[in-house]
């Protein structure tokens, strides 16, 4: 999606844009490597992770069951971990919730926090992450805790950064994504519940929020998804996937301007 302009082109499909030797089932996230060459899909129907190279289109298997490791069994959202050549993936499969890494070479998994790792809290159904490479910190939305829990990606150990019993501000309801805002020292999140988009502090959890019906203006978002923010882009980047369009909200009024649709 050209953001200038707003004009879509096809990067990748089962149609014959690009070669493969793995087709697109039910495709739920994409990251970006650090250089901008290859997208990382998960791919619910598969329980797999597709590697696609951006210049062509072609795509193949980096990862899925048949590799060494814990099994995905619904992977949901997928972050690049550069600095240590992995991908770490939310696996929202009820009753096995968990974080898993892949090497980016070899497609090995190893978990990073699961049933057998400590903490307070257990994940449900985790659906969006944010890497603090500063920190080592993974920050994690649970859509059904309605919480955003902090992992320590050296150990697995989690907590709760902010819920209805931690951090101040409107409680969250059917959180959907998050981006890290260091900048401002605060967290982005999207929730449809709330039609909204927040933002949450990295040091206290207090929520406040930064678009809604009732706050900045332009066309209300319906079913905020996904959620994307690049330091000195000026706005957020949001998906709403009830109206087939993409916002940018401006963080400073909360105007919101459709982008693409």
């Given at each position: ?9 096809i ?12 087709t697109?089932g ?34 193949t ?15 949901n959202?997928v ?10 993936v939310a ?33 449900v ?10 920190t ?28 209805i ?15 890290l ?26 929520r ?5 019906p ?5 066309n209300?978002?319906r ?5 994307a ?8 980047l ?24």
């Open positions: 999606v050209n953001l200038n302009t707003g004009t879509r082109t990067l990748s499909d089962n149609n014959g844009t690009g070669t493969y030797d793995a697109f039910s495709p739920r996230s994409i990251a970006i490597n650090s250089n901008g060459t290859f997208g990382y899909v998960c791919d619910s129907t598969g329980d797999k992770i597709i590697k696609v190279e951006l210049a062509t289109g072609n795509r298997t980096l990862s899925d069951n048949t590799y060494s490791g814990p099994d995905i069994n619904y992977p959202h972050e690049v971990d550069d600095s240590n050549n992995r991908l770490i696996d929202s499969q009820s009753g096995s919730a968990q974080i898993i890494g892949v090497n980016i070479t070899t497609g090995k998994k190893t978990a990073i926090s699961d049933s057998s790792s400590s903490g307070t809290v257990s994940f159904r985790p659906v969006g992450m944010a890497i603090h490479e500063t080592g910190n993974l920050y994690v939305v649970d859509e059904s805790l309605a919480a955003v829990v902090k992992v320590d990606l050296s150990t697995g150990y989690r907590t709760i950064h902010s819920d019993n931690n951090g101040s501000g409107p409680d969250l309801m059917y959180p959907g994504d998050i981006s805002d260091l900048k401002n020292n605060r967290l982005l999140i999207t929730d449809s519940g709330l039609a909204s988009v927040l933002g949450i502090n990295l040091t206290s959890g207090n406040v929020i930064i678009s809604s009732q706050v900045g203006y332009g209300y978002l079913k905020a998804n996904g959620i923010y690049q330091e000195g882009l000026g706005y957020a949001i998906t709403d996937s009830s109206q087939d369009a993409i916002f940018g909200i401006e963080l400073t009024t909360g105007e919101r301007i459709i982008l693409s649709k």
